[in-house]
């Protein structure tokens, strides 16, 4: 059953998405053409919208992608947030309200596209992932992209739900610096978020090699070689979704672009600071497991010695001893000494002679 | 039996398609000498052409590369695509009349040319591999050039049968951008097609790690060091062919020709990425398969100590109690114990109670 | 016991200052929020404050941060001492009055923020490690923050007491060049006490990797490889603080800055030196450990060796022996051996000859 | 035996030519002066000249060094194609006559120079290496030199016999572009011929690896260790003379010099993929070989498994039963069983049932 | 015994040199204050001046650093060779003399500083290593710094003793360019002497290496584990020395500095190319070392492999004839075997049957 579990986690997560439908489907049509590959099941797609510059706030939610029909204009910001890309035709539509390059939405619905920043003459795109531990305690990743126009930001997610909570109410009670910026500083917000939430990732992988490390170093007397493996593949995971990041919030930072201004810039290199700090903590992980898989086959080899030990001893001290009692079985027609009075105390003193002293020979070999 | 195939699929994975013939027949020849040193068996040439621009399309097969006599005009974009390299006399010709630079036949019918992009002053010469898993499930290369000219593109494949069907239906039923842009656009195209065909290979190869590693966390009473060492090759195979196209597809969007236009390299930053994604995943998978080999090596390990635990615990509780039994079989004269009425069966109280006290120690020790 | 004591210590190396409650209460607040990450028992803030110019000197010390209400004037360079970083309003106070950038702040009580160096319009942001042995002998790390303007530098510590104290003397006594130089040289004097001191910290790392090894060279009955562990932890997390150190060492010495002067950066190149030679020093400690692994593993694998080598001399000797016991034992009517004369005698004169010989051919098999 | 030739021939390889005498020369000389430091064994030394432009050819061989009195002029080129280098106050002779850079001689005669390009303003100075498997069937490296002037080539080898026939036929029959172009073609040509040698040395590891591999995979109950290591050793060897070119041919495409053609240029780069897939195939090689590694001990690991997997069936069975048979003659006055009739009968039915459930078990266990 | 020297061997490559000592008199002194680290016991300060041009030579030989007074001038050449570091006094005299940076004497006596190029305004300032083998076979090294003036070459060596008697030879008896060169190409010709020194350092270091080698291929019962970790940590050590070196001698080729000819700068490039085949020299021994490791620990197993083969060799055989002879002894009433005329020989001949037919069965599985 344990296996069972672990086999379909392990699968999952060497899976990466890829399935040879959504690839066939793909080989048949265009580049450009949009094709959702990810999760079929979430269905549901809903849209909220901010509104807002440092005097004015509206918020709107909606149901679906058609509802929206809102223009932005130069005055306000405008945060659209999409929940949802199963509805390519709508988005689409929107790619072509917003006058988006017609390779931009099909990297929004391709759910294993890796995190990257292109810059086209009129808007910035960004793809990153947002990593989450769900119910089974199962680490998933949620691709998220987003487009940053002169005045719109679209934030484009795969599900429901998000840690973006603290932006939105920031930018209804005006904290901060967010209500008094432009939609760069919104892209700011949102990807710190990001960042910010992978620290509780890091957080729980590190609990989870923690307890991992407590039962190796106490109860040595098990293989752990499947859980580390496990373990292995979450860093790996986590490394694969912020490795890219990194380039992106470089590129971010050193763009020369009309969309981010540089007082921006200035916060984005702190954040850049920030994945580092999630990298070097990722790779310290990572000798830490191997660190833990050398522990582990030195406890399996040790365990080994232990057994070894435990059967050497008793043969080595029985197999001589009952090679004597044998002898004295022996049917020969004169042994003498079976004759001898009290020869079978005699006897018994010996074996406790040969058994005292090979005890005393393991103690000095370390071996008791 | 299974020793023969997996050995016959290793060599053929290490022969790499250089022979001593091959490269002796190389040694007696000039630079810029087409030699074909791909699989002689296939000796079939066909030829496939389309001329077409927005308004016009002619498609066109001959059996024969000399029957092609077609002019290609400033006006629409001719796609050669020649299927078989055997016939070098024709590949020259070819070369002669679009004026190639005399090293390109010579890459184009060496078939274990590596990847690459090598600019000439008017034309491009691209070098790439197709990856295809043949009717016995074993990883095939086929070796593909490109040769883009201001109003041409000469594709040369090794083998009959390609995927680039769906540009095919994309030219024919004017789908797509691919009627309406130039010659470099349908080398994007064509590329595109090859790099998502990856992504099959790479599901493909996902399949095999998974049941392998299925295999090896549920039945560990097996070796599978062999079958990882294979997959650990085809997964050195991919990395091989794809590695050095990065380069390739990096070296197209980054040119600076008057063929290819900047229009078209927005659509290989793409390619790029997808390349970028593909040795990515590759890399991931020798991660895992190096974790594969450490489960194997771990499990054996462990296999050995299940089979010592199981060898101590019989000799440790037998050899003693066998020792007494040889004790009580001596012949000295006078033994007391055996005189007690009822002794035999105090003797079996004493075994009983060496057994369960062993079974306790065993259990203690976690050994059963 | 012993065991607690290091899985204790292994945790706290790795949990690396994060915990959920932080990480959750910086999600919640907007970027440049300033929140004290560190050990919340270090409650105790005081000020102490340097003035000089090369006539002049004036010393401060203060219980609170508010209590500081001199300006930095042209004339003098000041050097504020803050330690203890639990009073961020303070801290916050201190920022608005000196100009601060919104997210040096936030560094500063961060203290798991990485080394690196910030440069600011009129001010440049350093952060950097310092490390010691506290009395359990367990690695510590204290963040320290250096901002550096034009005549004055603000030093932030984590905890009281640091290496400075020869830089005090400096200033006091007017000795060497800093009371003749600028912040700047001040900054230099500081950073460069720190990585003087690393060497201390290198040495001790020195002696506990020479006594491990010793260890391990003379006695190879023990299993080290959890005391291997916990060492190379300690190098791991010496390396992460170091490592980045290089890079902000070598920014300072390459920034082209009003603040920094160029007589000042000839200085920074020599502390780029002795930060290289750390860093290589913890190399070769890595390799050094790696060494110690394998030298253990090969100890047990050997142990394992020699502990068969004594079952398989006792077992190859006794078996056959007490088999010919057992054959004199049988039972059957007409064993003629039996009734020779002496033939108790010859037995055991057969059984010494297989008992010499046995161990004449393990002494030429060199397992004797 | 074989141990003894093994040791040598790795011996050889490790040895890499430098001998302390020649060190000890070499340090009290001044730098430039020419001392040979390859085996001097190799007296005899050998000339022969090409010179010829595209309508006029001129062959020549001589004994000896002195007996070249030809000059170079303008109009033709000229191939100077020296066979051994022992003679070194001729090649200081020839030094002066071509107003060589004092270093260069040096290097031709210092057999143990690595790979290099160096540019003097009026010659082009290369060294690489030939590698050829002699009689033995050992790995052996020849050192050549070119030195490349205007209208001439000097071509200098340690021994008799090159792979330059393919070009000298070339330049007799004017086949090629060889005739018609300068000596940088010439240059090209014999390096090109070089570099077509290493896929023979590349196909006979490949042979040498594949024999390995079939063996360790069809007869997995030898240590193949050795035959790994001497293998392992000479993939080294071809690495370390196959690196270095790589950078030397990549200046050789880049030099920006009058003796070097543009056109010519074109099929250096050329040369520099074939020197690209020799590197890469190697590096492939190293891969397997250190697959070949962990499949040995893999195997190891498994004999033992199954040495011990005998040991413990057997002792399994007949230990339970050993003691029951002890049991059975132990002299006790009353034993019931022994009364019993066909008690024996029982006793051998009893042995019957514990050997076969014994059997089950481990079939069970899958150990049989 | 042997343990002890190997252990004080090892320490005394481990502890480079850093004392606690050491470390805390540096922390308490401003930086520029020149401490010597070195060996105190070395306390001789000895002084020769060279002093030449193309017409004129002067040697002179002092025993303290004090009686040397003589001036350097602008049409001489002075090289001013100091043999021992502990006179700090006298050292900043020399520094105060020639103008010398403030740090450029603290590194000339801390001999851990690593090598490295300093480039000050009027002069260059070059440190490195010399490696030597002492009495006692331990590799030792020497801390030499080299002080690069126009008309001057301050030469400061840590102990009596060097490598360059022959460019002192060449001085005396103006032979090779070195007296009708400058200061430069003096600077040039030293460091060739030290490098060409490595490659006998190089050399030893191979002999210990063939050795160890010869010794694991021919006799495999013993564990080597220690000797290689010795070997391995003097390559390393090497390695240390010699990998900062290539670095300096990079610099050295390429500096823009009026103190630096072009055409000594052509000799630099040669020393560049024989750093570079010291390190390549010293990369393949430590792959060599890696490989005696396997080869190590495969014997190790193996040894465990044949142990095991002995023992259940010997105890398959023995165990189920040992059961045998114990059914035959046991006291059964009615044993029918045991009436049995010449049952006895019967038994024997069954014994000798599965003795053979255990030895044929051992046969064919390769274990005899």
Redesign the interface.
């Known amino acids: 059953m344990i ?1 069972k579990k ?2 379909s986690k ?2 999952a997560l ?3 998405n ?3 439908e959504t ?2 489907e ?8 949009v094709i959702y590959t990810g999760n079929k099941a979430q269905k549901a797609v809903s849209i909220d919208v901010f509104d807002y510059n440092d005097d004015y706030l509206d918020e709107e939610t909606l149901a679906r992608l058609e509802e929206y029909h809102k223009d932005t204009d130069e005055k306000t910001v405008t945060w659209i947030n999409i929940n949802g890309l199963s509805d390519t035709v709508a988005l689409t539509q929107i790619a072509e309200r917003y006058k988006l ?3 931009v939405m ?2 929004v619905a391709n759910t ?3 995190p ?1 920043l ?1 810059e ?1 003459s009129d808007h910035l795109f960004i793809v990153f992932k947002m990593l989450y531990y769900d119910d089974q305690n199962q680490l998933n990743v949620e691709h998220i992209s987003l487009i940053l126009g002169k005045t719109y930001l679209i934030c484009l997610q795969e599900y429901d739900g998000d ?1 973006f909570d ?1 932006v939105r ?2 930018i209804r009670h005006a ?4 209500r008094s910026n432009g939609a760069d500083y919104l892209t ?2 949102i990807m ?2 990001v960042i ?2 992978y ?2 990732i ?2 729980q992988l ?1 609990n989870k ?2 307890e991992l ?2 039962k190796i ?2 109860d040595n ?1 098990q ?1 752990y ?2 859980e580390i ?1 496990i373990l ?2 979450e860093v ?1 995971q986590v490394r ?1 979704s912020i490795f890219p990041l990194r380039e992106v919030v470089n590129k971010l930072e050193k763009v020369e672009n009309h969309l981010v201004l540089k007082k921006t810039q ?2 984005v ?2 954040l850049y ?1 920030h994945t ?2 999630v990298i ?2 990722v790779e ?1 992980y990572r ?2 497991i191997a ?1 833990l ?13 232990e ?6 001893i ?3 001290i ?6 004597l ?15 001898i ?4 105390y005699y ?1 018994w003193g010996a074996m406790i002679v040969i058994f005292v002293a090979s005890l005393v020979y393991f103690k000095r ?3 008791l």
């Open positions: 296996r672990i086999k392990v699968n060497v899976r990466n890829i399935t040879r690839v066939k793909k080989l048949s049509h265009a580049p450009g053409h390059h017609p390779l099909e990297d294993s596209q890796r990257k292109d086209y840690v603290g109410e920031r904290k901060g610096r967010v700011y917000a710190d978020a910010d939430h620290f509780i890091i957080e590190s090699i923690e490390e407590d170093y106490t007397s293989n070689s499947q493996q292995k593949k790996i694969r200035v916060f290199r702190d600071d580092i700090q070097e903590t310290v000798d830490t660190g898989m050398d522990m582990n086959s030195t406890n399996i080899a040790n365990r080994m010695n057994v070894m030990k435990v059967l050497t008793i043969a080595t029985f197999i001589p001893m009952t090679f009692a044998g002898i004295y079985g022996m049917n020969f027609e004169h042994i003498p000494e079976l004759a009075k009290d020869g079978y006897f070999k370390k071996w």
